[in-house]
């Protein structure tokens, strides 16, 4: 006689939540606890990797660790805490889980208005959109109950740090403002702005340039000032003639130790505006030699008598110059009798007659050098030196 057996099969669903191990190695638990950087910013983003293949519950499932109070993950700093935060596998049976934390300081003002600049909180249960206020000077601890009894636990340090100014990429058009300060990375989810004061020799006065983050979490900010000959500075734009400095200044308030919170330190770039046309080219000056106190030319001077050492000095360039005009002479010996210099400036295609005046003491030949330089400090040549010999009688 034939038997028909019936086989009834339950499907129980399997749980997406992980359980610990039953029998853990208490000598070598294996669950290493990973931060994506050593050292963290007070308002920076923080990655958090946990390795724990005995807590992957099945090859075809996401699974979590930590949402427990049985088994949890705690990420805290020194007085703030977020517990029970969750982490997710990264793929089916990975066994390595992860999550974000963002860092958010503590009441602190950043850019000396007198208004706090950070929105300090703790709050969130994870894998993402957890929010941890730190205090100054502290430490982030992710911990994790491994199994009954046998809690791991990884720490990384929060700092501020000194900000890195540069200026880069500079033309007679324009120059690269760069700030290298994750401090000022208050948002690590959208793009911050920071202003830096620039400046030139030309402008004491100069501008606020804002600048900004490069991307959402890099602690990098950029931004173009452009350069003007002719115009004043206003905007984005700055005064400051070829062969000027300009200068880039910014207030650092979040310092490292052994600064305090309340100390704020002023981080200086300098860098050279650099143009196209040789600085010799930019002037002309024409040899016109000496002449006497009526303005008539002079072939010889006399001991005593007073002549003038006269050139004229053309702008050959379009914008405005800054010049000294500069008369050396020695005598047969090569020593100086005289060194002497006048300062001012010509327009575009202006022609400046310039003189210095001189009396001899002695006779016997001289060697007459004139030298036109952007200013007696810069000493950047703006024609060829000219030299010619005179005799005194």
Not at 45 to 50: R, S
Not at 211 to 220: A, L, M, Q, R, V
Not at 247 to 265: E, G
């Amino acid at each position: 006689m034939l038997k028909i057996v019936f086989v009834v099969l339950l499907l129980i669903p399997i749980s997406q939540v992980a359980f610990a191990e039953d029998i853990p190695d208490y000598e070598k638990p294996y669950a290493p606890i990973f931060f994506n950087k050593s050292v963290y910013s007070w308002t920076e983003k923080v990655e958090v990797t946990i390795v724990a293949p005995s807590w992957n519950t099945g090859k075809y499932l996401i699974d979590s660790i930590g949402g427990d109070p049985e088994y949890s993950v705690d990420v805290y700093t020194n007085n703030h805490r977020l517990s029970e935060y969750k982490l997710y596998e990264t793929d089916p049976s990975s066994g390595i889980f992860t999550g974000e934390i963002i860092l958010t300081g503590f009441l602190h003002d950043i850019d000396g208005d007198g208004i706090d600049d950070t929105n300090p909180r703790t709050l969130g249960s994870g894998p993402n959109g957890g929010y941890l206020q730190n205090d100054e000077d502290s430490g982030i601890t992710v911990s994790f109950e491994f199994a009954d009894g046998v809690i791991l636990s990884e720490s990384a340090k929060i700092s501020w740090n000194l900000g890195d100014l540069q200026i880069t990429e500079v033309t007679e058009d324009a120059a690269k403002i760069k700030l290298f300060d994750m401090d000022m990375n208050l948002n690590p989810e959208s793009v911050d702005t920071v202003y830096v004061d620039v400046f030139s020799d030309d402008d004491g006065a100069g501008i606020d340039l804002q600048i900004t983050e490069t991307t959402e979490n890099s602690g990098i900010f950029e931004g173009l000032v452009y350069l003007t000959k002719n115009d004043q500075s206003s905007g984005n734009r700055l005064y400051a003639l070829p062969d000027s400095e300009i200068i880039a200044k910014y207030s650092d308030r979040t310092l490292p130790r052994p600064y305090n919170t309340s100390d704020d330190l002023d981080v200086f770039a300098k860098e050279v505006v650099i143009t196209k046309i040789p600085s010799t080219e930019r002037l002309i000056m024409e040899e016109v030699g000496i002449v006497g106190q009526t303005g008539d030319s002079i072939e010889d001077l006399v001991v005593g008598q007073t002549g003038m050492i006269f050139s004229k000095i053309k702008n050959r360039v379009d914008f405005s110059q800054d010049f000294t005009y500069i008369v050396q002479i020695k005598d047969e010996n090569s020593d100086v009798v005289l060194l002497s210099w006048v300062t001012g400036q010509t327009i575009p295609s202006q022609e400046l007659g310039m003189s210095v005046s001189w009396i001899p003491e002695k006779s016997g030949k001289y060697l007459v050098e004139r030298f036109v330089w952007n200013s007696i400090k810069g000493a950047i040549p703006l024609t060829d030196t000219v030299t010619y010999e005179i005799l005194v009688k």
